[in-house]
Every structure is written in structure tokens, then in C-alpha cells.
């Protein structure tokens, strides 16, 4: 769809990304937070002092039509793991977001023998481009200790969602249900969801909160990295739309 729309595809890493391809990139960054009432995550500085001390762990996928910056999305880049993303365009594509954020890593994690590629967190449209959800976890610290009780009762009911919301997600994936529209996915994990039990887990100690969330990965089957529980799919599936 994208060459169809007269778009190609540029894999930049820290050394190839000067200070003028930041700003192009940076604008479409800022330009996609902004329609959505919100303010960049990371300032123009940070990325620039990322590629020129971490050169070879960072990676933007530029998307250009007739030359010019048109989307982009930014990655960092490990030995086997390929993470992902922060996007930006300048306006709306046809399927130029999955494009730019999803197929582009897939296609770099098979030429660069990349056995992993986590995109991000959220989105069960992600089943039909090839990923399963992981779990993983995020550490807090509560400065208000009358806070803690509160937070742990949520945690606790909270992760009991996700366990059970990561099964129905996996289940209806490994029966076909992936290869549906993304919007019909919704509703049957929703379905299968609610008819599921599982045993509650503790999330807290003290007043440091771990919050578990929901990822998502496509990958080989492979030891998880420190910090993750990982479920991984064949890497055939790596090329999977």
C-alpha cells in the first residue's frame, strides 16, 4: 500500500542521523503528540545525544514520499532484540503507520538476524501482524504511604485482568482468529475473557509498587530477557501480515 502511494522506506541508524534528520524526524513526532493534545515524551537534545553516544542502538525506520520526510519511528536496537516505537507522520496515510512501525521491524529483524522484536505496549490489532502479548513490569515508588493500600487492592485485581486478558489473547490467536479484521478481535478476547478465572499475585512490597502490563512480541522461542515474562512464536511467524 505504501509504494502505491509513492512512499519509500529509509533504515537510519545513530551514526547515519545528523542533526538536520533529527529535526525532520522530530517534527513529525511532535507534530503526531500534538493532534493528540499532548506534548513529546523526550526533547530533540535527548535524541541526538542518544545517537551520538549509543550510535549503534538506535534505529529510525524515515518514511519519504518524493523525497521528503513523510512518517517516522524511532527504535532501540540490542544484540537479539529489536524494541519499539515512538511514530510520528505528517498527516494521514493508508496503512502507513503499520507499515513504518511494524512490518519495517519485521523486515530489519530477518536482515539483521534479530530473534526478537518487541513493538510497543497495547492494541490486540497487533494479532493480526504476528504478535502475541507478554507480560511485563514497570517499578514505582509511592511517596505517600497512605496511598499504598489503595494501590496495592487495584495491583492485585489488576493483574488477575491481565493474566487472564494475555490467555484469551493467545488462545484466539493460535485458533485463527488472528487473520480476522483487528475490530472483530475485541470482541471475542473480551468474550473469552470474561468466562476465564485465574488466581490472584501479589504486585507489591512495601511502598515500591511493580506494576505488571501487557506487550506484545513476535519473536523466536529464546530465555526471556532480565525483566519479562516472554511468549514467543516460531520464527517463521516473523513475517507474518
Known amino acids: 500500500m505504501s509504494q502505491k502511494q509513492g512512499i519509500r522506506f529509509r533504515w537510519l541508524t545513530g551514526r547515519e542521523l545528523d542533526a538536520a534528520i533529527w529535526a525532520d524526524v522530530y517534527q513529525l513526532i511532535s507534530l503526531t503528540f500534538l493532534r493528540r493534545g499532548s506534548m513529546p515524551y523526550f526533547s530533540f537534545d535527548f535524541f541526538v ?22 512518517a517516522a519511528a524511532i527504535f532501540y536496537v540490542s544484540d537479539a ?19 513504518t512501525c511494524y512490518y519495517q521491524g519485521i523486515d530489519f529483524c530477518i536482515a539483521n538476524g534479530k530473534k526478537i522484536f518487541e513493538p510497543g505496549t497495547q492494541g490486540e490489532h497487533k494479532i493480526s501482524r504476528g504478535f502475541t502479548p507478554v507480560s511485563t513490569w514497570s517499578a514505582h515508588w509511592l511517596a505517600r504511604p497512605e496511598f499504598f493500600a489503595a494501590v496495592a487492592n487495584y495491583l492485585e485485581a489488576e493483574e488477575r485482568h491481565i493474566d ?12 485463527g482468529t488472528r487473520a480476522r479484521a483487528s475490530r472483530n478481535n475485541s470482541r471475542e478476547i473480551a468474550e473469552h475473557y470474561l468466562d476465564k478465572q485465574r ?5 507489591v512490597s512495601r511502598n515500591r509498587v511493580r506494576i505488571r502490563h501487557t506487550g506484545w512480541t513476535v519473536g523466536s522461542w529464546r530465555r526471556p530477557f532480565a525483566g519479562a515474562l516472554v511468549v514467543r512464536l516460531p520464527a517463521r511467524n516473523l513475517s507474518l501480515v
Open 199 to 203: 488466581r490472584p499475585a501479589g504486585g
Open 49 to 70: 545525544e542518544v545517537s551520538q553516544r549509543m550510535p549503534d542502538n538506535i534505529l529510525v525506520v524515515l518514511a519519504e514520499q518524493n523525497r521528503q520526510p513523510t
Open 81 to 99: 532484540v529489536l524494541y519499539g516505537r515512538y511514530w510520528g507522520s505528517d498527516s494521514q496515510y493508508n496503512a502507513l503507520h503499520f507499515e
Open 164 to 175: 487472564r486478558y494475555i490467555e484469551a489473547v493467545i488462545l484466539i490467536a493460535r485458533t
